[in-house]
């Protein structure tokens, strides 16, 4: 692509450059209780690139802070904030199938009426369905830390991706991320001590403790007694 400056460019010249994608499809197998929820609940829960830039208030029936989370996994703490507070709107991104399945199961037992899911890209999600200053809360937590150096590229938090995420947050917004992986919390703080339009929340100019709105996963549990850390970065867009 070497005489391109963009990928944009490249396609516009009949050119496909393969993208750098920061998560790998896992897809594993949807239960019958999984694949049940999916049936019933993707009419009134399920979103879909397809349908374009998002009327957030025609979705929801209301006008209500909305928080979107990145890779939500089986969605059980996601599912757990949008019960904690009723007064926001939440919309999950998540790529694995059986993980939309255990989420709107979760949901549906729970009685929650304030989620949406999508089952797509995440960056292609950000570009063309979420509304510019749209967002009070992004939440990426624990996302893969493609750990080996040589991998570094693929991980999410690049300095474009947090540029483009600058636009759909409101003046005021936050991005909080998580991780368990150390080095990826370095990575992180350095790309957003240095992107433009973003203030760090911490008082330490690093890292924050666990605010009370991010759910404590069981996982995080287990790494705890075996003493292992978890680093919140919480950054507001000021700009």
């Not at 396609?11 to 209780?33: C, D, H, M, N, P």
Request: hydrophobic share 35%; proline share 5%.
């Amino acid at each position: 692509m070497s005489q391109f400056k963009t990928v944009q460019e490249a396609a516009a010249s009949g050119v496909y450059v393969r993208k750098i994608q920061s998560f790998v499809k896992r897809e594993g197998r949807l239960t019958k209780g999984q694949e049940k929820a999916i049936e019933k609940n993707w009419p009134t829960m399920g979103l879909t690139h397809q349908g374009g830039r998002l009327d957030v208030n025609q979705v929801f029936g209301r006008e209500a802070p909305l928080v979107l989370e990145i890779g939500f996994g089986m969605g059980k703490s996601l599912v757990e904030m949008a019960n904690n507070e009723p007064d926001k709107d939440f919309i999950g991104i998540e790529v694995h199938r059986p993980g939309i399945g255990a989420c709107l199961a979760e949901a549906e037992e729970q009685g929650v009426t304030n989620l949406r899911v999508y089952e797509h890209d995440a960056v292609e999600i950000l570009a063309d369905c979420i509304p510019d200053n749209g967002l009070s809360r992004l939440q990426l937590f624990f996302p893969d830390p493609w750990h080996k150096k040589r991998h570094h590229k693929r991980r999410i938090v690049q300095p474009e991706f947090v540029e483009k995420l600058r636009s759909k947050l409101a003046p005021g917004g936050v991005f909080h991320m998580a991780t368990d992986w150390e080095n990826y919390g370095e990575f992180m703080l350095e790309i957003m001590s240095v992107a433009p339009g973003y203030k760090n929340l911490s008082s330490t100019g690093d890292y924050v403790p666990r605010p009370e709105q991010r759910p404590l996963t069981k996982f995080e549990q287990r790494g705890q007694r075996l003493g292992h850390g978890v680093w919140d970065l919480m950054f507001e867009r000021v700009d």
